[in-house]
């Protein structure tokens, strides 16, 4: 087997040191790949970290509902308390009014059913006055159980900001480890590239290589730019953060207020208690006492209604900023309806371009296995002219040598001419033949091309409109794949189809080289002969290769829907309508700048190693088998010239 291939491809080229280091193991790309894996593993420990800080961040949320409700409920039991009280001290007053008119009445008239009247009124009082006075030792123990349930809560608080604290701690140490992570890929992205140049200098190809490298240049283009997205969104998430801070030390601003109010209506109480025991203890100056309690307690209920005033318009800017939230949540919510739609009829356009370039791709094997066929018996044909030129330069050796060379040579030429003549115009036909391929491929590569830039021009406007929610950027990304895998597809066609029209200009070339070696001599006529030999083995070799090139599209075609699987956290991408894209579902709103900054890189940087994967293996690859069939061609070129 070793010798049948030594034989078609020539001998075997001296070892080379980058041969050398790929047996041994020790490649750029095979540790480039190492530090690929243990990034990888480094990211699938920051998920799980993320994940228990997650968890703690709710149980840290719900202790405080807990803490809230308790207030609340306690702020209720004071205001009825309150209430109660209030009543009592009117029911007080008009009972003091009606004893004072009594006893008015009894100054004036007499009796002793006057004086029993009086009595009773008096022990009206003294009841009232008991029940007043236990409704105030109730309100100053349910004040006492307050300021200690206070203090719990003061002491939850401060448990839940050290926690907090802690929490914010192990973020800034995942964010640094995932800083750290990214400048690893990025440091192993530098390596691949040095890596890649080292090869292509050393294998010295000029124009496939230099055309691919454009192509691997626009690709880290695209790269660059998912980049500056990604960066553009942690800045978005770091506003969302200060706005949260913001919010945050409103709300303690609220709660101080709140505690400096409930201080100043505990003050006016004391003074309210002071009032009533003056009121009791000093009956000669009842009017006096009762205008001066009047006159504070009219101060004290403008200054608590001012605050009242107050602490209204603060609850009512806290509502419309509320408000205000909620319609931005129902236009994203309509946006992402809208981007659904329109998702989901991008993805029919999709659809139908697969379908399309399936048949394409059918079409153009076909047309390659009827050209291969083709090309095979045009080798076999020139094989045939090969035997009879061979034939006439013995017959040419012998007839010079008996002296009969003047008398046979003509009708000789006429011969080869006319074998000539045959030769090459099934050529100038299978050269027609490509042309009119080529044209249509061009064609439908331009169709192609003209529906990829609309379909970037409007995810370029979905991606402006819909930046702001997390399962749109999702889609998005989704998508974008899809597209540059179609764009991947497209660049693969026009090499095709390069490859066509070279071998077409090779043809029309060796046409007219034949053409014109109609009255040279029979040497150089055999030469071209042998010339044309060998390039249709290297069409041979091209068609091949171009077979496997298309058996390397429809395998990536056929993976592009696991790869789209892969990328995506959620099982509902396998339909053919996502869960999560369906118009009909209520979309979930995000819980909060936390989960959509970690979600969002983690996406990211699974995309963005999958891609700087593929992209290095696919450049790797390519080269070398186009290197080896370019090497291999040059050698039987050059072997066939020593040759003859």
């Known amino acids: 087997m070793a010798s049948e291939e030594e034989a078609y491809y020539g001998s075997p080229a001296p070892a080379s040191p980058v041969s050398k280091a790929v047996k041994l193991g020790g490649t750029p790309h095979a540790k480039n790949k190492a530090k690929v894996k243990k990034l990888e593993e480094d990211l699938e420990t920051s998920r799980e970290e993320t994940k228990a800080m997650r968890k703690k961040l709710h149980n840290a949320i719900r202790k405080g509902k807990g803490i809230e409700q308790e207030k609340n409920a306690l702020a209720e039991d004071r205001d009825k308390y309150r209430a109660e009280a209030l009543e009592l001290e009117k029911r007080v007053e008009e009972l003091k009014s009606k004893a004072l008119e009594d006893s008015k009445a009894s100054q004036g008239h007499g009796g002793g059913t006057d004086d029993a009247e009086a009595t009773k009124a008096k022990e009206e009082v003294e009841q009232l006055k008991k029940q007043v006075k236990s409704l105030n030792q109730k309100a100053e123990v349910e004040r006492k159980l307050k300021e200690a349930d206070a203090k719990e809560s003061q002491t939850k608080v401060e448990e839940k900001d050290k926690v907090i604290e802690q929490l914010k701690q192990e973020m800034a140490h995942l964010q640094s480890a995932v800083r750290s992570a990214a400048e690893r890929a990025a440091n192993a992205t530098v390596n691949e590239s040095k890596a890649s140049e080292e090869h292509e200098q050393q294998l010295s190809q000029v124009k496939t290589l230099q055309r691919r490298v454009a192509e691997l240049e626009g690709q880290l283009e695209a790269v660059g730019d998912q980049e500056q997205e990604k960066q553009r969104l942690v800045n978005e998430a770091l506003n969302l953060r200060t706005e949260r801070d913001e919010l945050e030390n409103e709300k303690l601003r609220l709660e101080s207020d709140n505690q400096s109010k409930q201080d100043q209506l505990a003050q006016v109480e004391d003074q309210l208690k002071s009032v009533q025991k003056e009121c009791v203890s000093l009956t000669q100056a009842m009017e006096q006492a009762k205008q ?66 399936a048949r394409l791709q059918a079409q153009y094997s076909s047309d390659l296995e009827k050209a291969t066929s083709e090309i095979d018996r045009l080798n076999e044909q020139v094989v045939e002219q090969q035997k009879t030129i061979e034939e006439y330069s013995s017959r040419q050796a012998e007839a ?44 439908q590569l331009k169709a192609s091309r003209q529906k990829n830039m609309e379909l970037t021009a409007s995810l370029a406007q979905m991606e402006v409109s819909a930046s702001g929610h997390l399962k749109v950027e999702e889609s998005v990304g989704l998508y974008k794949t899809a597209i540059d895998e179609a764009q991947a597809r497209e660049q693969a066609l026009q090499q095709e189809l390069d490859g066509l029209l070279h071998e077409r200009d090779t043809l029309k070339r060796t046409n007219e080289e034949l053409m014109a070696g109609n009255t040279v001599a029979s040497s150089s006529e055999i030469k071209l002969l042998r010339e044309q030999v060998d390039e249709a083995q290297m069409l041979k070799m091209q068609a091949e290769d171009s077979t496997r090139k298309v058996k390397q599209l429809q395998k990536e075609n056929k993976d592009l829907r696991w790869q789209i699987a892969m990328t995506s956290t959620d099982e509902s991408i396998k339909v053919d309508i996502p869960k999560h894209l369906d118009p009909a579902r209520h979309l979930p709103k995000p819980k909060g700048p936390f989960a959509f900054l970690v979600k969002h890189r983690k996406q990211v940087a699974i995309i963005y190693l999958l891609i700087l994967h593929f992209l290095v293996y696919f450049a790797l690859t390519h080269h070398s088998t186009k290197s080896h069939h370019h090497q291999s061609g040059t050698k039987l070129h050059e072997q066939g010239r020593g040759v003859y």
Do not use: C, H, W
């Not at 099934?426 to 027609?432: D, G, N, T, V, Y």
């Open 292 to 357: 001066e309690a009047r006159q504070e307690i009219e101060e004290t209920e403008s200054e608590v209604a001012e605050e009242r005033e107050q602490a209204k318009s603060d609850v009512k800017a806290a509502l419309e900023r509320e408000a205000r939230a909620s319609e931005r949540e129902e236009k994203a919510v309509k946006s992402m309806e809208e981007m659904a739609q329109t998702l989901q009829s991008y993805r029919l356009d999709e659809e139908d371009r697969k379908k399309k370039f």
């Open 400 to 443: 010079t040598v008996s002296g009969e060379v003047a008398a046979e040579n003509p009708v000789q030429e006429d011969q080869l001419k006319s074998a000539l003549v045959a030769a090459t115009e099934p050529l100038s036909k299978k050269i027609e033949e490509y042309r009119l391929k080529a044209e249509e491929t061009e064609q």
